[in-house]
């Protein structure tokens, strides 16, 4: 297949492949955050992971792409890696990749709401003109779902999030977030796996280990699962900090 050709398949601008370094190439499905083009980045990284494309290494999906790094001295002829390996992808693409929602996961997240946990949900309420219990409430019911992760391992980027709650990131980060908090900014939620820096509008924390290294797998969210976070009192907290 040619590159006319694939322009040509892909007259409809479902999809665009370009270049990423030297080493990698890049698909990307649009440029809106929402479940459905999450969906279908998804569902063709799981399809190039379950059947390798030969000189690929890695596979690693993202909000709205899909980066596929390989070797450039496994392919031969006369043509570049890249152009070789774009036309195997457009050719997978044109057959169609079906999404698989029966594979769906729903976990359930206990999070203790404000307070010490929560040090910027009295804020974010005043920004959205709501009392806390109120954002606590809308934030447990929005349809949360891991679009990806990243950043750090097991670090889950959340869609979802009730649009009453859209607030802009903290003007100033903070440089130590504590581990398992429950952040929200502008249409989306995260929960930090580890102690790290962040600029999130911290609102509540989780007792749940998201990232364990001797786990199989290491990370307890995968892309594509369904999040309920669940209010829980700080005793039980405590309890379930405990039992971890």
């Given at each position: 297949m040619t590159g006319s050709d694939a322009d040509a398949r892909n007259a409809g601008g479902a999809w665009q492949?370009?270049?990423?370094?030297?080493?990698?190439?890049?698909?990307?499905f649009g440029q809106r955050v929402e479940r459905e083009i999450s969906a279908r980045?998804?569902?063709?990284?799981?399809?190039?992971?379950?059947?390798?494309?030969?000189?690929?290494?890695?596979?690693?999906p993202a909000f709205t792409t899909v980066a596929l790094h390989y070797r450039p001295e496994a392919f031969t002829g006369t043509r570049a890696p890249y152009e070789q390996l774009r036309d195997q992808v457009e050719a997978l693409l044109a057959r169609g990749v079906a999404s698989e929602h029966d594979a769906t996961r729903v976990i359930e997240v206990p999070v203790c709401y404000g307070g010490e946990f929560g040090p910027d949900l009295a804020e974010v309420a005043t920004l959205c003109k709501l009392g806390p219990d109120e954002v606590i409430a809308l934030h447990a019911a929005s349809p949360h779902v891991v679009y990806m992760l990243g950043f750090a391992p097991g670090f889950p980027y959340l869609g979802g999030l009730d649009p009453?709650?859209?607030?802009?990131?903290?003007?100033?980060?903070?440089?130590?977030?504590?581990m398992g908090s429950v952040a929200i900014a502008r249409d989306q939620s995260i929960i930090y796996?580890?102690?790290?820096p962040g600029g999130w509008n911290l609102i509540g924390r989780t007792p749940l280990r998201l990232f364990r290294p001797q786990s199989e797998p290491p990370c307890l969210l995968q892309p594509g699962d369904e999040v309920r976070f669940v209010p829980i009192p700080v005793e039980r907290y405590r309890a379930l900090e405990g039992g971890e």
């Open positions: 492949i370009a270049p990423l370094g030297d080493r990698a190439l890049i698909v990307e980045a998804r569902a063709v990284a799981q399809q190039l992971l379950r059947t390798p494309l030969p000189g690929v290494t890695d596979v690693v009453r709650l859209g607030v802009p990131r903290r003007a100033t980060p903070r440089t130590t977030v504590p796996p580890l102690e790290t």
